[in-house]
């Protein structure tokens, strides 16, 4: 693991307006995430873990503070330019896998690559390849309503790694599993954390999922209460 | 029963039990009714979609109410009093042909007189003893002319009893004194101002006496005459005064007895029943026994009378239905699109609330109880669509008899608006009935779900076969298409000779897709009823079918189904061509592939959209492609409706002209300036196809040509009697064989795609028709139908056949060709003559000119309907609005994950833009091509044999179709656009928590 940090945030804040009461979801976050680390960001419901993860991999805009992602300012971004960089450096895992319904299993994992202007034939080979890497080659003809849980998840991992991201961020990516797939999951996350030195975030309240992680970030009302490193025995 | 009483107790009843429904099952109705308002939005946008139907039946009917209107109104304004003529048999008066009358004896009148006064005659309020003839007139100060008044001589005492006369301020005119002095005259404001003329002006009349001789056949020597009259009144066109609607002229009776050299005869009794202008026509039939009887008593010459109110008010009735059905027929198009919307709604609700019905059924809720509450929902939507559609339409039709009043204005024709109550409330009815029929079926289908995937918002698994029951219900179509196909060689229909192979293919591929794949089970059936309607060959075999309108609906309803299926069912293939095609454009791929994944998902959605689209688009392409062919047709019209001549001529059947070729060399203007010069005499009689039978028997106009006629006219033929193989065979036949005639364009039977010709009889080359003359019956054959109907119609033989029948008749139908064909020559011939021939009261036509008149209009008409039907796009346009609104929704969390993994605001837009777009220009793209498809057979009636592929894609209206295109595209992006924007701009981390 070097120590090259991936992603920094400073004073992160983040208030929601509903109505008119103000909810403080993030209160001043300070973080440092190095390249091929795995973080694990836990907590309990409302203590503001999927804010912070939209804050840091800019689908959401914090209402103070700074986050360089590899050495790159968000805050000054536009839209354009963060999606445009989500698109070649950012992965996504979702509690609810996400998967476009519409597309197959290959289409869904080449959709990335498309965004990032490969070739139609040269990405459809690349999003074998990353099938094949989870196990599902042979499943790229078939659409997300006919994959289970464990698969279509495994379907959206391939996506969030098919374009190698700087850094994937998953959210509660074990929360639609029974408890097998769910560590049948975490076991290929770490594998490929450990094989492609792949930068994770992932954020989750079940500590069988957090504490496999190198880092484990425990949140509580929009703030880190704790942090530290837990032992593997495995 | 009244069939407004039945309908409109047809929709209380089926409201009242649905209300009932509603009142007892009180949680569905608030279910029902809070998911009515639950999108305000959406429910504008279906109410939008959902009056159309009832809009384009409300319009068709009112536009039927206003020309029904205007035509009885021109009756009554032509009769007046009038309900009933009497007259000789042969002389007829709605045929201004002949315009003469026989005379009879004076004494008729008497004795109907002395009827009346005994009361005999209790359904008759008047009579009024004439002589009526048709004049040329001449102003001797101003030097101008009228070609054709009607002259009637009056009696001023008996005329009181047919209504008044009113002078320019409106005083009743005393009729009596007006005529008292000989040779006074009452005109009326139509011909003074024709000729200028004033009070105390003197006008001559010029009219022919005829001395018959002892030749064999005898010829009658013509003495021209001529009459001075002193202008006494001017009255208004108005009552009798606007008799026939027509020049008129009043005298007394025993002046003009005189000038015909007819003392002690008439050749016409005016008849007014009891009752006003409008309802003395409803005595019709009472008057005609009590006159009848009378007249029996009576021996001497023959009397007829005839029915002219009540008939002309038939006709009209029958005329403005025929064109409520055109506008109604059409409008199928558009009806059919809505009821399409109607079920796509209800299924895209029954898709959003899917996880609610699931949990309502969960929770013990039956299947009907989800029917009703849908039923209800529906039954509200229904109400307010027809009620707001009712207005709407009326709205259109407005539009429409006003640009048919500017259309037809320049021809001096008013057009008022009128529409009948009962019509708003048909039209409300029929389209709450439609709409409701349709969500009930839509309700029961989308009220069949599985809880535990209704509740999981699983997509229904998709059936590797078809059902049993899907099977048996394609084995009753098959059974179905063969029974109507074979049911229209029997009945001669050649919608049911199309339709039933249409349905058994569809039949076919339905049982076929149980056993192979059904992707080629419905390719194959649906390519093939594209093949059997487009396909260039005429499946009939010789097979003589009749089609009218009902042919271009249902053609077009299959033609856009069969597309549309073959289409869905190879869709996946259609993706990835494109795909492919697009592969090189990198950066639209992400969003290609997208926009066309969804519409290709929802088949079904996506289908039916496409069929509305298609639907409307063929038929504003059709009329588009009509439009086009008649503007290109001027040629071909001309060679069809011409037969090589310039110029038609109809002198005054008073002042006929004998041997008009001889009578032109003599006249310097006139002399040497014509190549050609054929005439007819003309006489009426009441005639029918023997195959039709005697109650169908008409008035019809009688044509005796001469010799010039039959060998230099060029008139194409539409069809021959076997046996003869050019045209101068027919002609030469009709010459040689007095039981042989030829009939005109409009009484052929196998007319496509068009409203048929009202008041003709229909006949076909080879069959027997009968002419009812003095003599009796008499039956010829029909040798051949010529293609032109715009100039002459009727019966054409020989002047020796019609002299046989109904006397000596003088030629008073002329056909001229001029030397210099140039068409500025043929206008000033046409004036020359004209001006010649001023005491015959000739009257000329420059037949290209009136065929590019006629051209004109009819084309300004399919205009008018291009737009009329391109108002159905309405129903597609809301149909893919709602869509689009309801797609956003529903992909909030995908536009979520989309935005996250790198999709550009401007690429979520362009998406949704691209995905509309995709859809409404295949349906566009679909609806065109079968439109141009369909039309190349209706290109093959106008121009024939010559007819050619290049040139027919040469006449494709290629800008007006873009336009139309353009149009659509442009409403499809209004109605979207503003959704595409919407989704464009959710911001992902709130898209991903959006839960509906």
New interface residues.
Partial sequence: MTNKVVVQARSLRKVYDIGKVQVHALKGIDLDITKGEMVSVMGPSGCGK??LL?CL?G??DPTEGHIMIEGQALEGMS??KK??Y???RI??I?Q?Y?L????TAV?NVE??L???????KEARVRALKTLDLVGLKKWESHRP?ELSGGEQQRVAIA?SLVNNPAIVFG?ELTGNLDEETSMQVMDLICDLNEKNKQTFVIVTHDPAVGEQAHRVLRLRDGLIEKEYRPIHTG | MDGTLSIVLLVVVVFAIVGALALRNVSQRKMAMRNLIRRKKNLVIVIGGLLVGTAIITSSLVVGDSLSYIFRNSIYQQLGEIDELIHTPGGNQSGNETGIFSYFNYSYYEELRVAKNQGELPSVDGLLPMVYETVPVMSPRTQLSEPSANLFGIDPQASRELGDLWDSSGSVVDEESALSVPGNAIINRRLANSVDAEEGDSITIFYTLFRFNMSNPPVPDVIPMVQNLNVTVIVRNEGKGNFLGGSNIFASLSLTQQMFERPGTINLIAVSNVGDTETGADKTDSAVSEIDSVLAGMGGTPLEIETIKQDNLEFVETASEMITEVFSLMGTFSIVAGIILVINIFVMLAEERKPEMGISRALGMKRRHLVQMYVFEGSAYALIAAFIGTFAGLAIAYFMVTAFGSIFGAAGFEMPFHFEVDSLIIGFCLGALITFLTVLFASWVVSRLNIVRAIRA??EPIKEKPSGRFVAVGALLVALGVLIFYGGIAQKSMAYFMTGPCLFLLGGGMIASRWVHSRAAYSVASAAILFWILAPIDWTGGLELESGMEMFVLSGLFLVLAAILLLMVNSTTLLNVL??AL?RR??I??VM??AL??P??KKFRTGMTLGMFALIIFTVTVIAMITSFQRNSVESAFVEEAGSYDIIGFSNPSTPIVNISENISYRPSLANRFDEISSMSVSRANVYAVEQGENSSIPVTLYGADERFFEENDFTFHSMMVGYDSPQDVWDAVRADPSLVVTDGSTAVDIHYGPETIGAFRIEAGEELVLQTMAGPVNKTVVGIVDQSLFFQGVVMSDATLNYHFGARLPSLFFFTASDPDIENVRSLSKDLEREFLTSGMQTIVIRDVIQEFLEISSSIMNLFQVYLGLGLIVGIAGLGIITVRSVVERT??I???????????MIRNTFILETSFVSITGITVGVLLGVGLSYYIYGDFFGEGATFLEFMNLIPYLNILLITMVALAFTLLATISSAFRAARI???EA??FKE
């Fill in positions: 999927t804010t939209n991999s689908i959401d839209d354009d999606t445009e989500r698109a070649k992965g996504f979702f609810a996400n476009l319904p519409v597309l289409e959709l990335p498309l965004l990032a202007g490969v070739k139609l309503s996506r959210d | 699983i997509p795909t492919r592969a990198r950066k791929v992400p592939r997208i994944s969804y290709m998902k969390n995908e979520g994950v989309m935005r996250a993994i790198g999709y550009k605001r401007r911001v992902p981390a991903l928590r």
